[in-house]
């Protein structure tokens, strides 16, 4: 009889095999491009001794990524590379990438080289060719220099001039298959149509993507005329990778890629430390400020005071000695230093100092992208521990749509990560309902702590409002104050609550008034009431006082009395006893009857 | 007259299919119109890629006719050969 272990393990036709152990496999290894996102996005970079494949219409990035691979590579990791040109010439692409401060000439020529391959326009081309030349000419380069990395920019243009498509395939699956014997980390880079590379696999070229073991596509589209890049990595064999499309931006310093944590590492490090907020009784509705690293949320009506309040947790902040930047949308830097002033908010020592670093970013231009990765950089370089963005609803502005939620969620896991405390205002457009209160980017719902400004319209006045709609983690109150600004600083009110109705400003003021004379009034009519029974107590005491007076006369009287009669009775009995005494009667006769009735 | 030496320079990969027929087809053409008036210097790239490194050599079969000149370089299996003939400065000796 077969047991059932053995049946189910032979159904499958196999014979049972005693289990062996597998030689080690090595986990795919990866080559850092040195393009931060990029290396987050896919666990630590393009795959080590395989080919990836970079695509993107004119314009995109692909140069620039395949060259920050190599001088990363050549610069951090010991791994010198080549840049075979099929479509530049080396000389032009060096030059055009020297602003991005990477000192190309620095590398060359032991730890980067660059080789031309650009078919000359001269060149007569009859019939079949191969790129055997171009290989065994790069073999020679390779070993000449020990490289381990190589780009292979632009190799459309070179496989092109191919015949037909057998002898494309051919020969990128004979260059794939050098590269790989080679042991060497290959980027290609290939021209998609278009601003789109959706079609990419329907192109001439597109079988390159099956090839690879790792295909990246870089994506430049124009939304509402602002430039929005964005890239995806479409496949990696052999590693889980961030599939979505992530924004990039062609910084100062080369590729920036934004991708928010990954998984496993959201984790960051809370603290219940508590920093104020500038103004103590909004301290203390928050019972006991901020959270350190927080993300703050005031939004407002134009004019409800939300810069003012975000400057009050700047100058706070400056006052701590913490390191601060204010990036202000709306106005001048100066101008932002002047206004608060007017309200008892001095930044203007602070910049002085150098602790405050006011920004004006109404002269940043580009699309949400490249606003976020300018503050970061400006942030990062001010070592700011606070940072103030009034209003954040900017990123927001035409053509950012799209593209602003996700910048809003990255610069608050910036911040968080960095444990940089975060104020930021947000403006609410009139269409907007003010009771739902959602904000342009939904940022509302990523903020821990949401202060929100009101106005409110009343007996002809317009009075500011100050509630705190959320605050995680802490206790708030959920009343709403009267935020009343002065050249002293900003205060905030209790209001009063009459019929359903808020009253604030005049009203406010009538009703403390009210309130205040009702009081005294009270105060006086208790007052007199207790004078008056004060004297009628004291009436009753007096009155009680008289007759325990006469209730001890009466008392006197009364024993008066019976001494009276006891004495008198005494008598009578001895005038009888004497009476009897001189009658001679006996004595046993007793009293008299008269007497004794008496 | 027709005097002048027609030297070439043929940059091969080994005995590839492309590198053979270009071999086969360059000495078609230099039998057959050029009689005894021609040098072939065949180069193996992939026995001497620093040679192929120095002389700019990307792809595979590449004919560089050296004299006289001026110099031409033609890629490819030279298949088309009225196309290599012109190009190459060579007369077509009337069959």
């Known amino acids: ?598 | 007259m027709k005097t002048a030496i027609f030297k070439f320079r043929l940059y091969a990969a080994e005995d590839t299919q492309n590198s053979t027929l270009a071999f086969t087809n360059l000495l078609a053409i230099c039998k057959e119109h050029l009689a005894d008036r021609y040098e072939i210097e065949v180069i193996d790239v992939l026995r001497q890629p620093k040679r192929a490194l120095a002389d700019g050599i990307r792809m595979t079969p590449t004919l560089v006719k050296l004299s006289p000149l001026p110099t031409r370089t033609i890629v490819g299996t030279l298949n088309q050969t009225h196309r290599v003939m012109v190009a190459l400065g060579i007369e077509a000796i009337p069959a």
């Not at chain 1, 001010?382 to 990123?395: F, N, Q, Y």
């Not at chain 1, 104020?423 to 939904?442: A, R």
């Open chain 1, 1 to 598: 009889m077969v047991c059932a272990a053995d049946f189910l393990s032979n159904c499958d036709g196999f014979p049972r095999v005693k289990p062996k152990r597998l030689p080690a496999i090595k986990p795919s290894v990866k080559a850092a491009s040195g393009v931060i996102g990029f290396d987050a996005m896919t666990g630590g970079g393009v795959p080590a001794g395989r080919t990836t494949l970079l695509v993107g219409g004119p314009g995109s990035g692909k140069t620039i990524f395949s060259l920050q691979f190599l001088v990363h590579g050549a610069r951090h990791c010991k791994e010198p590379g080549i840049f075979v040109a099929f479509e530049e010439s080396p000389t032009r692409i060096a030059a055009n990438l020297e602003h991005f401060g990477w000192n190309i000439g620095t590398l060359i020529p032991k730890k980067l080289a660059f080789m031309d391959a650009q078919p000359t326009s001269d060149l007569l081309h009859s019939g079949d060719f191969d790129l055997g030349g171009m290989l065994a000419a790069l073999g020679a380069q390779v070993e000449k220099m020990g490289a381990k990395r190589v780009v292979f920019d632009a190799l459309d243009v070179v496989l092109s001039l191919l015949p037909d498509a057998a002898a494309r395939r051919r020969e990128a699956y004979g260059m794939q298959e050098w590269v790989l014997k080679h042991k060497l980390t290959c980027l290609i880079t290939a021209k998609a149509g278009g601003d789109d590379t959706t079609s990419f696999g329907l192109q001439p070229y597109g079988f390159m993507q099956f090839m690879v073991d790792c295909a990246v596509m870089l994506n430049h589209r124009v939304i509402q005329g602002v430039s929005q890049r964005n890239l995806r990595v479409q496949k990696y064999r052999g590693s889980s990778f961030d599939e979505n499309e992530a924004p990039f931006v062609i910084g100062s310093r080369g590729f920036d890629v934004a991708v928010t944590s990954q998984l496993g590492k959201t984790d960051h490090k809370v603290s219940s430390e508590r920093v104020t907020s500038g103004v103590e009784r909004l301290d203390t509705m928050l019972g006991g400020g901020y959270y350190r690293a927080a993300s703050v949320l005031i939004t407002g009506f134009p004019g409800t005071a939300k810069t003012t309040l975000s400057g009050a947790f700047a100058e706070a902040a400056c006052d701590r000695g913490e390191r601060t930047m204010f990036v202000s949308f709306d106005s001048d830097s100066s101008e932002v230093v002047r206004n608060l002033s007017s309200v008892g908010i001095r930044l203007g020592r602070h910049v002085e100092s150098g602790l405050l670093r006011m920004i004006s970013a109404r002269t940043i231009v580009g699309s949400a992208e490249t606003l976020l990765v300018r503050i970061k950089a400006l942030a990062i370089a001010h070592h700011a521990r606070c940072v103030v963005i009034d209003p954040v609803s900017t990123l927001s502005k035409a053509g950012n749509e799209l593209t602003a939620h996700g910048v809003a969620e990255r610069l608050i896991d910036w911040c968080k990560s960095d444990r940089i405390t975060l104020v930021c205002t947000s403006l609410l457009d009139d269409t907007m309902n003010q009771q739902s209160g959602s904000t342009p980017l939904q940022i509302s719902t990523l903020a821990d702590t949401w202060i929100h400004l009101n106005y409110l319209l009343q007996s002809g006045e317009r009075n500011r409002g100050i509630s705190i709609i959320k605050s995680r983690g802490t206790s708030h109150s959920n009343q709403v104050r009267e935020l009343i600004l002065s050249n002293t600083g900003i205060t905030l009110a209790d209001t009063y609550t009459a019929g359903g109705d808020v009253l604030m400003g005049t009203l406010r003021w009538e009703k403390e008034s009210a309130l205040q004379s009702a009081d005294l009034t009270a105060t006086a009519e208790a007052k007199i009431k207790r004078l008056r029974l004060d004297a009628e107590q004291s009436e009753l005491e007096a009155q009680l006082k008289s007759v325990q007076t006469e209730l001890a006369a009466k008392h006197v009287e009364k024993s008066l009395l019976a001494h009276n009669t006891t004495n008198r009775s005494g008598d009578l009995k001895r005038s009888h006893a004497h009476m009897r005494e001189l009658r001679g009667a006996d004595v046993s006769l007793g009293v008299p009857r008269k007497a004794k009735r008496r």
